[in-house]
C-alpha cells in the first residue's frame, strides 16, 4: 500500500471539517424553523446531555489527577522516589508572590516572607522530633520487654466499621 500523501491528508481533514459546519449550520437551521416548545424540549435536553457529559469528564479528570498524586504522595512515604520539597515549595512561593503582585499591585512585605520561613523550619523540626520520638519509644519498649497489645486506628476503625454494618442490619429487618 502507498502512503497518502501530506497534501492529500490535509485536503482529507479539511472536508472533514468542512462536512462537520454543514452538518452543524443544518441542524441549527432546522430547530430554528421549528416552533417555541421544540426549541425549548431540544435545547433543554442538549443542554443537560452536554452538563452531564461534562461533569462524568470532571469527576474522571478529577480521580485521575487525585490519585496520581495519591500514588506519589504513597510512593514518596514508602521510599519509592524522592522529593525535592524545599525545592517545590520555594518555586510555590514564587508563584504566589507573582500572583499576589499582578492582582494586588505590590509584592508581599519580608515579615510575610520571613514568616513563612519560619512555618516551614519549624514544621521540619516538628517532623525531625516525631521522627526521633517514634524511634526513642520503639527503643524504650524494647529495653523493658514491653510487648503488650496496643490498639491503633485501623483497630478502631475496623471494629467500628464492623459495628454499624451489624446496627445497619439489626436495624433493616
Same mark, same amino acid.
Given at each position: ?13 479539511? *472536508? ?6 454543514? $452538518?452543524? /449550520? ?25 452538563? $452531564? ?6 469527576? &474522571? ?38 500572583? /499576589? *503582585? ?8 519580608? $515579615?510575610?516572607?520571613? /514568616? ?12 525531625? &522530633?516525631?521522627?526521633?520520638?517514634? *524511634? ?20 478502631? $476503625? ?16
Amino acid at each position: 500500500m502507498a502512503k497518502p500523501k501530506k497534501d492529500d491528508t490535509s485536503e482529507e481533514a479539511k *472536508k472533514i471539517v468542512d462536512d462537520a459546519k454543514n $452538518f452543524i /449550520e443544518k441542524a441549527i437551521g432546522d430547530i430554528g424553523k421549528t416552533s417555541a416548545t421544540k426549541q425549548l424540549i431540544l435545547g433543554t435536553a442538549s443542554g443537560w446531555i452536554t452538563g $452531564f457529559i461534562t461533569m462524568k469528564i470532571g469527576k &474522571l479528570a478529577a480521580v485521575g489527577i487525585g490519585g496520581g498524586v495519591i500514588l506519589l504522595h504513597i510512593a514518596s512515604q514508602k521510599g519509592y522516589i524522592d522529593i525535592n520539597w524545599d525545592k517545590i515549595n520555594k518555586r510555590v512561593d514564587k508563584i504566589t508572590d507573582k500572583i /499576589e *503582585k499582578e492582582t494586588t499591585g505590590k509584592s508581599p512585605d519580608w $515579615f510575610d516572607k520571613v /514568616e513563612r520561613f519560619v512555618d516551614r523550619k519549624i514544621d521540619k523540626a516538628e517532623e525531625l &522530633l516525631k521522627k526521633k520520638e517514634h *524511634k526513642a519509644k520503639r527503643w524504650y519498649n524494647d529495653f523493658i520487654g514491653d510487648d503488650h497489645y496496643r490498639a491503633t486506628e485501623t483497630h478502631v $476503625f475496623l471494629t467500628s466499621f464492623v459495628a454499624g454494618m451489624a446496627i445497619g442490619l439489626i436495624c433493616g429487618k
